[in-house]
């Protein structure tokens, strides 16, 4: 009877009865699962006419860069798109289905997405896994309600913010958006704020590198800004160049020839079955 | 309470990464400026380089402190030695003075990953690499530190010769010129830093050839 009641948990709110067992492991050597911040720089600012989002675009395993030009700021509506930070696969997994959720929900209301779905819908699913998807993303579109921006963190949290920055490079990012943000700045002033605060980061943090991406919506209208800036050109290229000559010897030659003529015996024994 | 592991290490690495190639009557010794710490820069303009003798450079990548410690060690073994033996030290006496002071410290080892350049007696460029803790051997070339899993591949490429097992291993010094070596030293140094997050900023090469030492300084991607 006890262990009837106890496979179903308590009327609603969350079920309590792994807790010893998790307990019981931390004691036994299991460390547990850390939020970890990895090598990116994302940033996103409100101005007057809508939301400009920033990226860098360096993808690093550990200290060895695995991606020097790699995408950071991805699609979620047509006036939607989200920046993430964190474990790659996470990122691009969770942006890549909420964006097919809403399609679906624009089909079905027939009407434009808002950035709130989307919020809610990325909120949800990360809570849902506890911290275990390792995504941290920045949320910026234009919709009916007007411009918004909001970061979400891996546990399930989000911020509305006028300006954000996240990854290993936000501090560095963040520095230069404290000092130099004010509401209402115009389109041109917007962008170079951002290539600025993800140039900060760029430099300054050595989790994040390579170029500099830039998205703007606004009411309408979007311009996904690809490389916008190049600041990292390779600094020595050799002139003469390098041959990598086939490091292959001859040791031994010999050849065996194969039987000359296999002879089919027609009649011969039944196969066996 | 269940026992307490330490969670405080003497050690920190302040990546780089140093090379070094030994030529017919010449020596290459390289070494980025970077130094950082986790994921930030201490400085783009530190120098991993030291003159230890006439004829002998060292660069070591790891932990700076225990590299800088290191440094005022040999400096002072080898003015004692020049006080008794009026005369500089030659580089593979300076290169077995260094395996022994490593080894000095088995057990609370130096972080301290070193190369040692130079010319030998005779005028022909050696280079002497080493682990931690003093094991150390006479090559052509070397790599040490963050990029040296990148670079070294690349050297074996060039500088090895095609097939150890057939033909005798030929001398270890290379038979490019200086102006070839040098090349090869830039084009890793820019290779490294493109895939290395602790390798950049500026690498400062150390040429010493019988006319004497020579200093270059190139930039690299700052990132």
Same mark, same amino acid.
């Not at chain 2, 088995?106 to 007696?121: I, K, W």
């Given at each position: 009877?006890?262990?009837?009641?106890?496979? $179903?948990?308590?009327?609603?709110?969350?079920?309590?009865?792994? *807790?010893? %067992?998790?307990?019981?492991?931390? #004691?036994?050597?299991?460390?547990?699962?850390?939020?970890?911040?990895? /090598?990116?720089?994302?940033?996103?600012?409100?101005? #007057?006419?809508?939301?400009?989002?920033?990226?860098?675009?360096?993808?690093?395993?550990?200290?060895?860069?695995?991606?020097?030009?790699?995408?950071?700021?991805?699609?979620?509506?047509?006036?939607?798109? *989200?920046? /993430?930070?964190?474990?790659? &696969?996470?990122?691009?997994?969770?942006?890549?289905?909420?964006?097919? #959720?809403?399609?679906?929900?624009?089909?079905?209301?027939?009407?434009?997405?808002?950035?709130?779905? $989307?919020?809610?819908?990325?909120?949800?699913?990360?809570?849902?896994? #506890?911290?275990?998807?390792?995504?941290?993303?920045?949320?910026?579109?234009?919709?009916?309600?007007?411009?918004?921006?909001?970061?979400?963190?891996?546990?399930?949290?989000?911020?509305?913010?006028?300006? &954000?920055?996240?990854?290993?490079?936000?501090?560095? &990012?963040?520095?230069?958006?404290? =000092?130099?943000? %004010?509401?209402?700045?115009?389109?041109?002033?917007?962008?170079?704020?951002?290539?600025?605060?993800? *140039? =900060? /980061?760029?430099?300054?943090?050595?989790?994040?590198?390579?170029?500099?991406?830039? *998205?703007?919506?606004?009411?309408?209208?979007?311009?996904?800004?690809?490389?916008?800036?190049?600041?990292?050109? %390779?600094?020595?290229?050799?002139?003469?160049?390098?041959?990598?000559?086939?490091?292959?010897?001859?040791?031994?030659?010999?050849?065996?020839?194969?039987?000359?003529?296999?002879?089919?015996?027609?009649?011969?024994?039944?196969?066996?079955? | 309470?269940?026992?307490?592991?330490? +969670?405080?290490?003497?050690?920190?690495? +302040?990546?780089?990464?140093?090379?070094?190639?030994?030529?017919?009557?010449?020596?290459?010794?390289?070494?980025?400026?970077?130094?950082?710490?986790?994921?930030?820069?201490?400085?783009?303009?530190?120098?991993?380089?030291?003159?230890?003798?006439?004829?002998?450079?060292?660069?070591?990548?790891?932990?700076?402190?225990?590299? @800088?410690?290191?440094?005022?060690?040999?400096?002072?073994?080898?003015?004692?030695?020049?006080?008794?033996?009026?005369?500089?030290?030659?580089?593979?006496?300076?290169?077995?003075?260094?395996?022994?002071?490593?080894?000095?410290? @088995?057990?609370?080892?130096?972080?301290?990953?070193?190369?040692?350049?130079?010319?030998?007696?005779?005028?022909?460029?050696?280079?002497?690499?080493?682990?931690?803790?003093?094991?150390?051997?006479?090559?052509?070339?070397?790599?040490?530190?963050?990029?040296?899993?990148?670079?070294?591949?690349?050297?074996?490429?060039?500088?090895?010769?095609?097939?150890?097992?057939?033909?005798?291993?030929?001398?270890?010094?290379?038979?490019?010129?200086?102006?070839?070596?040098?090349?090869?030293?830039?084009?890793?140094?820019?290779?490294?830093?493109? @895939?290395?997050?602790?390798?950049?900023?500026?690498?400062?090469?150390?040429?010493?050839?019988? +006319?004497?030492? @020579?200093?270059?300084?190139?930039?690299?991607?700052?990132?």
């Amino acid at each position: 009877m006890s262990r009837f009641e106890e496979s $179903a948990p308590a009327r609603g709110g969350f079920s309590f009865d792994l *807790c010893k %067992r998790n307990e019981m492991l931390v #004691q036994k050597g299991l460390k547990p699962s850390s939020y970890l911040k990895t /090598g990116t720089t994302i940033v996103g600012l409100v101005f #007057q006419d809508g939301v400009i989002l920033g990226a860098d675009t360096r993808a690093t395993e550990g200290p060895i860069v695995a991606d020097k030009n790699c995408e950071k700021i991805h699609y979620m509506a047509p006036n939607i798109y *989200c920046c /993430g930070a964190g474990t790659a &696969a996470d990122t691009e997994a969770v942006t890549d289905m909420v964006s097919s #959720q809403l399609k679906l929900h624009r089909f079905h209301t027939g009407r434009e997405s808002r950035v709130v779905t $989307a919020l809610t819908l990325l909120k949800s699913h990360l809570f849902s896994y #506890q911290g275990h998807v390792s995504a941290a993303l920045v949320l910026g579109g234009v919709d009916v309600t007007g411009p918004h921006l909001h970061t979400i963190y891996p546990h399930g949290s989000t911020d509305t913010l006028p300006f &954000a920055t996240m990854g290993s490079g936000s501090l560095a &990012a963040m520095a230069i958006f404290e =000092s130099k943000y %004010r509401e209402g700045l115009t389109r041109d002033e917007g962008v170079k704020l951002v290539a600025e605060a993800i *140039c =900060s /980061g760029i430099f300054n943090d050595l989790g994040s590198g390579s170029n500099v991406d830039v *998205c703007v919506i606004t009411k309408g209208k979007r311009e996904y800004l690809r490389n916008y800036m190049l600041p990292n050109p %390779r600094t020595y290229v050799s002139e003469k160049g390098y041959s990598f000559s086939k490091k292959t010897e001859v040791l031994l030659t010999k050849i065996t020839p194969l039987r000359e003529l296999v002879e089919v015996i027609e009649g011969g024994d039944a196969m066996e079955e | 309470m269940p026992k307490q592991q330490a +969670n405080w290490s003497p050690y920190d690495n +302040n990546g780089g990464t140093c090379v070094a190639i030994a030529g017919a009557d010449y020596c290459v010794i390289a070494a980025d400026t970077r130094m950082s710490t986790g994921y930030s820069i201490l400085t783009r303009d530190y120098s991993k380089i030291i003159q230890l003798a006439d004829k002998s450079v060292m660069a070591s990548s790891g932990f700076q402190a225990d590299v @800088r410690a290191l440094q005022k060690v040999l400096a002072a073994r080898h003015l004692i030695y020049q006080h008794q033996h009026n005369k500089q030290m030659s580089c593979p006496a300076m290169a077995q003075l260094l395996s022994n002071t490593l080894y000095f410290k @088995r057990f609370f080892p130096y972080y301290a990953f070193n190369v040692l350049g130079g010319l030998d007696s005779e005028g022909k460029g050696c280079v002497f690499t080493y682990d931690a803790v003093g094991s150390y051997e006479r090559v052509g070339y070397s790599a040490q530190g963050s990029g040296a899993t990148l670079i070294t591949p690349f050297l074996d490429n060039q500088l090895k010769s095609p097939s150890p097992l057939l033909l005798p291993a030929k001398d270890a010094v290379t038979p490019l010129s200086e102006i070839e070596a040098i090349d090869l030293v830039k084009t890793c140094f820019a290779s490294a830093t493109e @895939r290395d997050i602790y390798t950049g900023d500026k690498v400062e090469m150390l040429v010493l050839n019988a +006319n004497g030492i @020579r200093r270059e300084v190139m930039e690299l991607r700052k990132d």
